[in-house]
């Protein structure tokens, strides 16, 4: 799959089917993911690939009632980070420049894309307890949970676990803003 097949396809979607991820797949991700672009190379990502049955469990709780479709997953991944590991740009006049949550965000990018190359479904999300989640993980103090991703093979089943809005994006794409909106020549037009 070439990028602009593997942006196209990339989707939040969220019925899973209960596959697991294959060994081959899980590695090659992790080797590659380590290639995404960072501030002086500093690489200040972590990626915990949970895979395990009680791990796997430990993180599932931590999961949002909004999230209960994701305990259908063999995999999630946690994206870990703190400022300390990456860039912080000082400036006398304005408050600092911190690039770990930008780097991380672009690690997080290819490991989405790399997933969704695979066949996969990656999809990040907000909707957890941090605490538990790392915990679950064992991050060292200090380490923030940025995101979970939550991985597997999509089911064509949509999952009975959806709300009526998540079944209708699963069902459809969700629109997009314009091109128009996001993106500007030369000068910010709002």
């Given at each position: 799959m070439e990028l602009r097949a593997a942006i196209d396809a990339r989707r939040a979607r969220?019925?899973?089917?209960?596959?697991?991820?294959p060994d081959g797949i899980?590695?090659?991700?992790?080797?590659?993911?380590?290639?995404?672009?960072?501030?002086?190379?500093?690489?200040?990502?972590?990626?915990?690939?949970?895979?395990?049955?009680?791990?796997?469990?430990?993180?599932?709780?931590?999961?949002s009632r909004g999230n209960a479709w994701a305990q259908a997953a063999p995999m999630i991944v946690a994206v870990l980070s703190r400022r300390e590991l990456d860039?912080?740009?000082?400036?006398?006049?304005?408050p600092p420049r911190e690039y770990f949550l930008f780097d991380t965000g672009m690690a997080?990018?290819?490991?989405?894309?790399?997933?969704?190359?695979?066949g996969l479904v990656a999809h990040p999300i907000a909707g957890y307890a941090e605490s538990a989640a790392a915990?679950?993980?064992?991050?060292?103090?200090?380490?923030?949970?940025?995101?979970l991703v939550i991985v597997g093979r999509r089911?064509?089943?949509?999952s009975p676990l959806l709300s009526d809005k998540?079944?209708?994006?699963e069902l459809a794409r969700p629109s997009r803003k314009p091109a128009g909106e996001v993106s500007?020549?030369?000068?910010y037009e709002p």
């Open positions: 969220r019925s899973l089917a209960p596959e697991p991820v899980v590695h090659d991700v992790m080797e590659r993911v380590r290639l995404a672009p960072s501030c002086f190379n500093n690489q200040p990502w972590r990626f915990v690939f949970v895979r395990e049955a009680g791990p796997l469990a430990a993180v599932k709780a931590a999961l860039c912080v740009i000082e400036s006398p006049d304005r997080a990018a290819f490991l989405q894309l790399l997933l969704t190359e695979a915990a679950a993980v064992g991050a060292p103090e200090g380490m923030a949970v940025v995101t089911s064509v089943e949509p998540q079944r209708a994006a500007f020549l030369d000068r």
